[in-house]
Nanobody, 118 residues
Framework: QVQLVESGGGLVQAGGSLRLSCAAS????????MGWYRQVPGNQRELVAT???????NYADSVKGRFTVSRDNAKNTVYLQMNSLKPEDTAVYYC????????????WGQGTQVTVSS
């Protein structure tokens, strides 16, 4: 089993920044993909950004140029640096851990609220 604990959410003014972190623990495989998804009321959960253990990133078009996903493999931690925040970024952000080799796992954190005021 893998446990994911998010932190760093909060309230920020439009144009401001927040940094989310997610620490994974448990039965972790070294080859994995970690990332962030978000969900707001009335909307489907959507991908924000992912990063593989080799450093390959993927971003939603809506956050490209503003958000940066990174990771510390030694700490099994993924980060999301969010700059130039917009009110439409307001959502619950969920950390995700996935594997495709040896085991096929898919785990989610409990979510952290990000609120951007205009």
């Amino acid at each position: 089993q893998v446990q994911l604990v998010e932190s760093g959410g909060g309230l920020v003014q439009a144009g401001g920044s927040l940094r989310l972190s997610c620490a994974a623990s448990g039965s972790i495989l070294s080859i994995n993909t970690m990332g962030w998804y978000r969900q707001v009321p009335g909307n489907q959960r959507e991908l924000v950004a992912t990063i593989t253990s080799s450093g390959i990133t993927n971003y939603a078009d809506s956050v490209k140029g503003r958000f940066t996903v990174s990771r510390d493999n030694a700490k099994n931690t993924v980060y999301l640096q969010m700059n130039s925040l917009k009110p439409e970024d307001t959502a619950v952000y969920y950390c995700n851990y996935r594997t495709f080799y040896v085991r096929r796992d898919n785990y989610w954190g409990q979510g952290t609220q990000v609120t951007v005021s205009s």
